[in-house]
């Protein structure tokens, strides 16, 4: 199993571009996020899904909009970047069973907007 | 809601140091409780996880976490440190019900451990 998986790695974005993030898994995880890393503040989550068809918000989803078409696929969209949307972008995955949960972690997208 | 707190930002240790990192919690209910890791330029990987029974969790790598719940607490602790041990490390919870529950991670604590 390649796990979760994100492209690109690197980006850079001008102010008021928009951008598409990838995330993908295979391990048929009905439960899918995307987090915002930035020192000193942790993990913020922007947006989850719990299956295909079905997103929701998080902490922080300004600017940012997602779908499920798929189990497997959960893109990220930047509608107008801006400046604070600099971050190391995380997607994460996880079954939806009770008493379990762990969430796997894809290498992350690390995004500069100039 | 749920929040999380680390109360070390960055704890530099000698190799075979002991270590022990504090986490506390607030949250009304019963919760799952996971301590992540991250390597240097790599994603998060899961060290442990409380979710019942034994309060004392074993995890990877030697480390280990005692879940007290009367302190809302979780510290992660390792007997003897390695220099592969140098990375950031998240404690986080969530809620232990049905459905979606959002996960909170804590600030993180950077830890560096000097040959």
């Known amino acids: 199993n390649a796990g979760v998986t994100q492209t690109p790695k690197f980006q850079v974005l001008k102010t008021g571009q928009s951008m598409t993030l990838q995330c993908a898994q295979d391990?048929?995880?009905?439960?899918m996020s995307w987090y915002r890393q930035d020192p000193g503040m942790g993990l913020r989550l922007i947006h989850y899904?719990?299956?295909?068809?079905?997103?929701d918000q998080g902490e922080v989803p300004n600017g940012y909009n997602v779908s499920r078409s798929t189990t497997e696929d959960f893109p990220l969209r930047l509608l107008s970047a801006a400046p604070s949307q600099t971050s190391v972008y995380f997607c994460?995955?996880?079954?939806?069973?009770?008493?379990?949960?762990?969430?796997?972690f894809g290498p992350g997208t690390r995004l500069t907007v100039t | 809601a749920q929040s999380v707190s680390q109360h070390n930002h960055h704890v530099i240790l000698s190799e075979a140091a002991s270590l022990e990192l504090g986490c506390n919690y607030s949250?009304?209910?019963?919760?799952?409780l996971f301590w992540y890791v991250q390597y240097p330029g790599q994603h998060l990987q899961l060290l442990l996880k409380?979710?019942?029974?034994?309060?004392l969790v074993k995890g990877i790598k030697g480390f280990e976490a005692e879940f007290i719940k009367s302190k809302f607490s979780f510290n992660l602790r390792k007997p003897s440190v390695q220099w592969s041990d140098t990375a950031e490390y998240f404690c986080?919870?969530?809620?232990?019900?049905?459905?979606?529950?959002?996960?909170?991670f804590g600030t993180g604590t950077k830890l560096q451990v000097i040959p």
């Open positions: 409380y979710f019942s029974g034994d309060p």
């Open positions: 899904s719990v299956g295909a068809g079905i997103t």
């Open positions: 994460a995955s996880s079954y939806r069973q009770i008493g379990s949960y762990e969430q796997y």
């Open positions: 391990m048929n995880h009905e439960y």
């Open positions: 949250y009304g209910g019963t919760v799952n």
């Open positions: 986080a919870v969530k809620p232990n019900s049905g459905g979606y529950q959002k996960v909170t």
